[in-house]
């Protein structure tokens, strides 16, 4: 077995990382006779479910603020409560919170039988989604469960509080020397960990648990995909959660081999033609099913079974021509129809993006579902590439499952799979992205910005910022960092 930890911290991400798991939960086998199409042991292990029966549980760390956790919530302080309790010859008072109620969703899968189980998997009704564990199809083994206290103050965008929340979450609950600890002690060849973490709310928290772990951990593979704040670095007057993304980014160059910074929905670069699925703008439930959709997929070569790849040689390819810790996400959902040369070449670009086109250094293809016609205009298209093998790999699989728990975004009735497009690539456009954040934290030391005192940064800490930022820059030697106003942010869905 080569095992995969993977770690969510943040809202977008638990949403983005529940339809993943349901994503694995669809390749789950049941007939003796029937080959998986991953190996499940890399994602999963043995647990139980809650009546105790034998189940594969998420090898995961799940880590939210406890009122976004929903049923999923526990409280750490009951045992403890109740040893207190019973020692105690007072007069006890209890003060109980209002359980949440089960979701809708839930209900509906507890009231399906073999009666109504094929209309609910053809045409499931639209349900209520109120947190992340609404619409979740698998179990979780407690200890992925990682509540982190609701905090007074709101502290997006606050790198040292947010870094000060994790010490101090690490020393109620033993984080690193517990449940971290020991879901590593449960592989039996623990190859790295897979990570989506919200820059804005758990960027500091990300940073200061990945360099604990890291003081263990030196040579162990770390890929992750930074989920970024709402505001870009051109909209100065909200400058602190500029800065505290750009200590995200700093950090991850540091403690990451493989770092896939996302943009925030609205900024996602949409293709040109005719749009195969309908959103509803700043609806986190839909975005984290099509951003999942299309990371699952571009990482679907680490879990497939009998696959030779893992974090290490996967990453290793990436970074094959240049060593540059920073990928660039990109796809295609495509429901119906034919593919074009259009669908593979104007993908949804969910990285940073230029409106001039630049030669990858190195480039994965995953293709989904795609026939033999699909795949001729795919061949064809690569043919024109400038990238050649080994340095552009494809791989083709299986068509993308969609789940009842996946959102309705198509526009015909809705299909129990689709055909699905994803890539992963380095690029020198990345240098223009970080040449608006190093832009930005160059400026703002300059105009003296009120956020950096209000962050307690001495000018001195955001200069070495800028310059490393600026470091970042130079190490992609096609792209000057005067180039910086070319980058194509995308269409505000406003």
């Known amino acids: 077995m080569r095992e995969i930890l993977y770690i969510q911290a943040g809202s977008l991400s638990n949403y983005s990382g529940t339809h993943f798991w349901n994503t694995q939960e669809s390749y789950f086998t049941y007939d003796d006779d029937d080959i998986p199409l991953v190996d499940h042991s890399i994602s999963f292990k043995e647990g139980r479910d809650p009546h105790n029966h034998p189940t594969l549980c998420p090898r995961l760390l799940a880590f939210d603020h406890k009122s976004n956790f929903g049923a999923l919530a526990k409280d750490r302080n009951t045992e403890e409560e109740a040893s207190s309790v019973s020692t105690w010859r007072g007069e006890v008072l209890h003060h109980e919170r209002e359980r949440v109620s089960q979701s809708e969703y839930h209900a509906l899968l507890e009231a399906e039988n073999e009666s109504t189980a094929m209309d609910f998997n053809n045409n499931p009704p639209e349900t209520k989604v109120r947190f992340w564990s609404d619409y979740s199809r698998v179990f979780f083994d407690p200890k992925s469960i990682q509540p982190v206290p609701d905090t007074l103050e709101n502290i997006e965008g606050d790198w040292s509080a947010s870094q000060e929340l994790f010490r101090q979450y690490d020393k109620d609950v033993e984080l690193m020397e517990g449940p971290m600890r020991l879901v590593i002690e449960e592989c039996d060849n623990f190859q790295g960990v897979q990570m989506m973490h919200d820059t804005a709310t758990f960027g500091g928290f990300s940073h200061a648990m990945l360099r604990s772990f890291r003081e263990e951990h030196r040579k162990t593979s770390i890929m992750t995909f930074a989920l970024l704040s709402e505001i870009m670095p051109n909209m100065a007057e909200i400058g602190y959660r500029i800065i505290n993304d750009s200590l995200c980014l700093q950090g991850l160059h540091e403690l990451c081999d493989l770092t896939v910074p996302v943009l925030a929905p609205r900024y996602w670069k949409r293709p040109t033609g005719m749009p195969t699925f309908f959103t509803q703008p700043k609806n986190i439930y839909q975005s984290s099913g099509i951003f999942s959709a299309i990371a699952e997929s571009a990482t679907l070569p680490l879990r497939l079974r009998g696959s030779l790849d893992d974090l290490h040689s996967y990453v290793g390819h990436l970074k094959w021509r240049r060593s540059l810790p920073f990928a660039q996400l990109s796809g295609s959902l495509l429901p119906v129809g034919r593919v074009t040369r259009a669908d593979v070449d104007d ?148």
Not at 379 to 385: D, H, K, L, N, Q
Not at 418 to 442: D, E, H, N, W
Request: charged share 30%.
């Open 347 to 494: 993908a949804i670009r969910l990285s940073s993006h230029s409106e001039e086109r630049c030669v990858p250094y190195a480039r994965r293809d995953v293709s989904r579902g795609f026939a033999e016609d699909d795949l001729s205009v795919y061949e064809s298209w690569i043919e024109t590439c400038e990238l050649k093998h080994p340095l552009l790999l494809s791989h083709h699989a299986p068509s993308y499952p969609i789940q009842t728990s996946f959102p309705d975004i198509f526009p015909d009735p809705r299909p129990q799979s689709i055909k699905l497009f994803s890539s992963m690539m380095m690029s020198p456009s990345t240098a223009i992205f970080f040449s608006q954040y190093a832009t930005f934290v160059q400026d703002a030391v300059r105009r003296k910005d009120a956020a950096l005192t209000a962050m307690g940064f001495e000018d001195d800490d955001v200069r070495e910022l800028a310059n490393t930022l600026w470091e970042i820059v130079d190490s992609y030697d096609d792209v000057s960092k005067e180039e910086d106003g070319s980058m194509e942010l995308g269409e505000d869905e406003e």
